[in-house]
């Protein structure tokens, strides 16, 4: 079946302009995350979700970032006045049952945003 | 906070030669440990998960261990071949058993024909 997909594969703005990135769950996964990996380095949690509703918004590094998922599937994570420090790829994972040792996330193959 | 640390962070081997990727963490109270595996410019695949009650997992030519008490983590890789060349991440939940997953930086392979 299909994986997760995000769009766009690569995005390029100028510093203070807004960006939307999208990201596709594998159908029937109740759990999306989206996490941020600069270069030589892992990934880091930005924000999870459960349903429609944002469970944990931890990683979130200020009010410029925000994410919604408005029908419990497709996630749009939304980035104002962006910053060259925001460059980086953006990964989105799903889950079945995040509540489960034996669950898996499931990784798109992110967004690269270069802020100019 | 949970930190994890993996060691090396890169390792260049000849084709055909066993290797072991190391990785720590901080907090022990997890409920599993994840192994993944990144190709360049790609996402992230799973490549095993332990679960806390077991202490190895096998999927073919990899074998990833966890001590929990000691805060640690193997993978092995037997029989290393070109195409196992790659940057592999290790995951754990967050403090407190958070879904969030927490990675080291990974470890860049590189098997040598």
């Known amino acids: 079946g299909a994986g997760v997909s995000q769009t766009p594969s690569n995005k390029v703005t100028e510093k203070g302009k807004y960006v939307e990135l999208r990201c596709d769950p594998i159908?029937?996964?109740?759990?999306l995350y989206w996490y941020r990996q600069s270069l030589g380095q892992g990934p880091e949690f930005l924000i999870y979700f459960q349903g429609t509703g944002a469970a944990d918004d931890s990683g979130l590094p200020n009010d410029r970032f925000f994410a919604v998922r408005p029908e419990g599937s497709v996630s749009t994570l939304k980035i104002q006045r962006t910053e060259r420090g925001d460059s980086a790829v953006y990964l989105c994972?799903?889950?079945?049952?995040?509540?489960?040792?034996?669950?898996?996330?499931?990784f798109g193959p992110g967004t690269r945003l270069t802020v100019l | 906070k949970q930190e994890v640390t993996q060691i090396p962070a890169a390792l260049s081997v000849p084709e055909g030669e066993n290797l072991v990727l190391n990785c720590s963490f901080t907090?022990?109270?997890?409920?599993?440990l994840q192994w993944f595996r990144q190709d360049p410019g790609k996402g992230l695949t799973s490549l095993l998960l332990i679960q806390s009650s077991q202490r190895e997992q096998t999927s073919g030519r990899l074998n990833a261990s966890l001590d929990k008490s000691s805060g640690r983590s193997t993978l092995y890789i037997a029989a290393s071949q070109p195409g196992d060349s790659a940057t592999y991440l290790c995951a754990v939940p967050g403090q407190g058993g958070s879904e969030k997953l927490v990675f080291g930086k990974g470890t860049k392979l590189t098997v040598n024909p």
């Open positions: 994972a799903s889950s079945l049952r995040p509540t489960l040792s034996t669950d898996t996330q499931y």
């Open positions: 907090d022990s109270a997890i409920y599993n």
């Open positions: 159908s029937g996964h109740t759990a």
